[in-house]
């Protein structure tokens, strides 16, 4: 064959691999242009409207919107409420991340009937959110519930309360249901890290003799810190989403004391029609909470993990 | 001296032990004990279980679950919810893959963009694209089962991360045999690569499947004909209505239905689905 034809062949084999390429990324990509680049310019452009709620006519309104939102945030409405049980989110992702890294460690050492565990913790992981959270107010409902029951059971009457319909204890009662369905998902993750860990990493500290915190701190943690890391950092801007177990288990309520800044976006563009408010929002949330996961990320980032 | 120091530390040790393994039971048993209360409730007739919900049914009642099939629709959002997870998985696992596969395995332009972007939009809390989103469908016509059906094919994303690690493991030199046989960039891919990647797509689709089964957001707000509702909004909105019809036990006996495929796939899928959640080592 002579060189030229080789050429023609490369170039022709060039342009295959090259359609190749764009057809497989077309779809994504048109996807990711429209529901991820076309949508958040839009949520910019709504966040300067205001509809009319008769007609439904969109108005620029400039920067009343947030003007609004600043008034409300300050003053204290719904959504500074939203706001501050979502930023509570971070550390209750943190206090479920630490959790769920103690039980994965003690599982991994031995622990009888550790793999029963393990399957039982996972269930909230693969079962439908909307039975969990029936199954949980159950549980607490004021006459019914086994919650209450057993306070009854042990002479505790007085500590009984409807703890879902109650402003002090209806968004610490979402907070625990977080961390009962929450712990199963992260306690596989970190089993999975911990499983990758290199035995000879133990070799050294088992030899000295050392006890169980100072390995953790000095051995496991640090083998497996990309792991608690991403997950830190995911939690982060996580807790600015949090929203469908708030809706579902108190739809927020009682008056608005357990909403979040989620919440209150989904029942103001669902419920009101809101469209230009919630957009508002969206973005003011979105900021903050983007500044909070890079600060984040920034410390995270600077801890010193181990290479394996 | 040091023989009791030591007897006494393995006692505490024990001691701890033993209050471990009660913190973890009792957690464990928090888990299971609704599940089981709510299977045995749904065998009640409605008269016995208000007169106690503890109690063990006198009658058992199993026409309860003929009830929830039958009349509370659970069987038609049953087969809906099924068909809707067997192609909405096949769609999320090929269109992640298509972009994991190119960018793990092809040189060019933009792809380390397209990577950073994926990471970048996970790390944003984008909420507020809700209304523009819900216009957008109402607009499209898309308030309709294909309109949650169009959500399941967003590939860039999660799947295609863990996909792209999937795929970088797997040798190029397959690839090369095929080319030197003749075979163009897509038989190459369809009938080597992807199957030699089938771990990982199995992986995958095992979460992706069990996730569509419970999907309830979209399909909560897209679907709007309740014939076409899927077992996620179906029991919703049987949880609603309970709140006024107080058929407690029909809505037991359609929760359990739900339930089952899930603990069936995870009962014989237990080690893939646990792998699914931690292929590729998710590292930042």
Redesign the interface.
Known sequence: MSEGGKSGFRNKSKVQRNIFIVVMLAWPLLYFAVFGIYLQIQTVLFSFQRWNYVSGKQVWVGLDNYRQAMKELIGGSYWRTGMTNALLFIPVNYVLITLSILVAVILSRKFPFASFYRIVYFFPTILSIVVLTMVYQFSLHPTNGIVNGLLGFLGLEDWQRSWLGERQTAFPAVIVYCLWAGIGFYNVMFTGALQRIPIEYYEVGKLEGITFWKELFSVVLPAIWPTISTFIILGTSGAFLVYLQPLLLTNGGPNHSSTTAALEMFQAVLGAGNYGMAATFGIIFAVIGSLVTFLVKRAVDRVDTADY | MELVRRTYAVRRHSAWKWV??LL??G??L??????V??FINSLKNNRAFYKS??ALPNTWEWSNYANAWQEAHIGQYFLNSVWMTAVGTFTTVM?AA??A??MAK?K?RGSTF?YN?SIF????????????????MRNLGLFNEWGVMLGY????GFN?IVLMSFFKGISWEYAEAAFIDGA???RV?FSVMLPLARPGLVAIATVTM?AI??D??NPY?LIQDPKRYT??VG??YL?EKQKYASDFTTLFAA?WI??LP?LIV?AFM?EK??NG??VG????
């Open positions: 471990l393994q973890f039971l957690y464990a928090s888990l299971i004990y609704p599940f209360w709510m919900v503890w269109s298509l972009p596969y190119v092809y060019f397209i972007l939009s996970m790390l944003i809390p984008a909420i507020g694209t809700l209304g523009p989103w819900y216009l957008l094919t967003a590939g860039i295609m163009g960039h897509f891919f069990i089964w419970n309830y957001l707000i077992i996620g029991l919703f949880v929760m739900a339930l899930v995870y237990q689905l646990i959640f931690t080592g998710i590292k930042g």
